[in-house]
T-cell receptor
Framework: SQTIHQWPATLVQPVGSPLSLECTVE??????LYWYRQAAGRGLQLLFY??????ISSEVPQNLSASRPQDRQFILSSKKLLLSDSGFYLC?????????FGNGTRLTVT | AQTVTQSQPEMSVQEAETVTLSCTYD???????LFWYKQPPSRQMILVIR??????QNATENRFSVNFQKAAKSFSLKISDSQLGDAAMYFC?????????????FGKGTKLTVNP
């Protein structure tokens, strides 16, 4: 069966520090991969999605970037975090539909 | 662009009663997929139910069922015999046809409270 791993679960980082969140999927090949952000009490905003290695689509201009160095690995990064980057980040995969989500990372930028 | 609207920010229901959560969407596609996700306090996103637009029959999963009105672009979720564990945020989501965009568009969510 397919599983998705996302880490870390929580992260506290100072403003201006770098960020790297990692997501890996097991049990499937060539999945579509997604990064969503959820602000407190709000819906999910799609940040990036990828349909293959090295293929990244960005949905909103922002301080973040994404990379897919391997088929089942999706990384969310930032060179310098802003206070506004705080939130709950969810990685997801799909092959067809629906999306299957990781457990999320709660990022607090101080 | 496709949009998903959940007009009820919060709903409450008595345990064992039935509640319906509303969702409308906007699309020019004829073939697409609709979903309801549940997000409990743990914040994990859990798929509750899915509906393919080409199917006229409403999807059902145990106590959860949908009322899919394609012409009206409405996709409501009915929870029967509500349980305390049903308390969560519920998100309606839309995905376009196979071979098109792989994006899932979410509504802003409805917070469901279940009263004992």
């Amino acid at each position: 069966s397919q599983t998705i791993h996302q880490w870390p679960a929580t992260l506290v980082q100072p403003v201006g520090s770098p960020l790297s969140l990692e997501c890996t999927v097991e049990g499937t090949s060539n999945p579509n991969l997604y990064w969503y952000r959820q602000a407190a009490g709000r819906g999910l905003q799609l940040l990036f999605y990828s349909v293959g290695i090295g293929q990244i689509s960005s949905e909103v201009p922002q301080n973040l970037s994404a990379s897919r160095p391997q088929d089942r690995q999706f990384i969310l990064s930032s060179k310098k975090l802003l206070l506004s980057d705080s939130g709950f980040y969810l990685c997801a995969w799909s092959w067809g539909s629906p999306l299957h989500f990781g457990n999320g990372t709660r990022l607090t930028v101080t | 662009a496709q949009t998903v609207t959940q007009s009820q920010p919060e709903m409450s229901v008595q345990e064992a009663e039935t509640v319906t959560l509303s969702c409308t969407y906007d699309t020019s596609e004829s073939d697409y997929y609709l979903f309801w996700y549940k997000q409990p306090p743990s914040r994990q996103m859990i798929l509750v139910i899915r509906q393919e637009a080409y199917k006229q029959q409403n999807a059902t999963e145990n106590r959860f069922s949908v009322n899919f009105q394609k012409a009206a672009k409405s996709f409501s979720l009915k929870i029967s015999d509500s349980q305390l564990g049903d308390a969560a945020m519920y998100f309606c989501a839309y995905k376009g046809p196979q071979g098109g965009s792989e994006k899932l568009v979410f509504g802003k969510g409805t917070k469901l409270t279940v009263n004992p």
